[in-house]
């Protein structure tokens, strides 16, 4: 049994953590978070301690890492803000423990440079969670694709519209320095996905880029990608909205839809089976689809011409 720390234990993705923790048979000890509504803990490990503030937190991984041998912490989970995942995976290496960080690990890939120095210093590993690689259509699809001729390339419409309310904007999401904005916050593990499947990016053209959409094109060796992103209810498609859905979320590949609506549930348990067993995907696995968003967050726009998602004409 190993022992686990969670920073970041009010947030959405917290509880998909905490069990995974429990169901690979672990034990969670600690848990910050400056917000207290977490009594989620108790469905998993009741008798976890829990910090509101940082310093504590901090002072009680160190006593147990000092002198309470055999019950120090052996990782620490990131469920914290975006821009806090860079300073925590550092604070977990130093307390003596591996990090198993949320997407996106940082905002910028410079700051993956920055973490492997400390990888290095401390002989410990950062373990990231990028789910899809991890999910059974998408490696089905992998192994088709790496079955072909090398020089083929698909074409691939990626949809994703997920409705939020108007108090995105007003928390830390809302803000790009905090989120790294809409591509950063809610598409990264898409544009991971993207590069899992087709190799090498070649090309990243924006079209449109505000606080709540965003649109543009993607080339790879084995894909051409036109993406769109959005936070509003109003771009789910008609259909949708009529059966009452506020999510959309589709990919074709050369016209043929990707069926992976199912199976989601359980991503972060085989994650972290596979970070347990020496398999987790570590900080450079990470850094074409940082810089994919790096680049989208910063780069002049484009205008729409030739191949552009259909949503962003409509």
């Avoid at 940082?54 to 912490?73: A, C, I, S």
């Avoid at 090309?203 to 990608?225: I, T």
Wanted: hydrophobic residues 35%.
């Amino acid at each position: 049994m190993k022992n686990f720390a969670l920073i970041g234990a009010a947030g959405f993705v917290a509880p998909r953590h905490m069990k995974a923790i429990h169901d690979t048979g672990n034990n969670l000890v600690a848990a910050l978070d400056p917000n207290d509504s977490v009594g989620i803990i108790d469905s998993y490990f009741p008798n976890a301690d829990f910090f509101t503030e940082f310093e504590r937190f901090d002072r009680h991984l160190d006593k147990l890492h000092r002198l309470n041998k055999g019950n120090q912490v052996d990782y620490v989970s990131i469920c914290s803000p975006n821009y806090l995942h860079d300073s925590h995976m550092r604070f977990a290496l130093r307390t003596g423990a591996d990090a198993i960080c949320e997407k996106p690990i940082v905002l910028n890939p410079w700051n993956i440079d920055g973490v492997q120095d400390i990888e290095r210093d401390t002989g410990r590993k950062v373990n990231t969670i990028l789910q899809l690689r991890v999910h059974p259509s998408i490696i089905a699809l992998r192994e088709k694709i790496q079955n072909e001729a090398s020089d083929h390339k698909h074409d691939v419409d990626l949809t994703y519209i997920t409705s939020r309310g108007h108090w995105y904007t007003q928390s830390w999401k809302g803000d790009v320095h905090k989120s790294g904005g809409i591509a950063t916050n809610i598409g990264v593990h898409f544009y991971d996905m993207l590069h899992y499947l087709f190799g090498k990016l070649q090309s990243n053209v924006v079209h449109h880029r505000e606080d709540r959409c965003a649109s543009g094109y993607l080339e790879y060796e084995k894909a051409r990608v036109r993406w769109f992103l959005s936070l509003n209810y109003e771009d789910v498609p008609e259909a949708a909205r009529n059966d009452g859905q506020r999510t959309f979320r589709s990919i074709t590949v050369d016209g043929e839809e990707i069926e992976f609506s199912g199976g989601f549930a359980d991503l972060h348990t085989r994650s972290y089976e596979g970070i347990l067993a020496g398999r987790g995907f570590g900080l450079e696995e990470n850094r074409t689809a940082i810089e994919t968003v790096a680049h989208i967050r910063d780069a002049e726009i484009t205008k729409p011409e030739g191949d552009y998602h259909p949503f962003l004409k409509a």
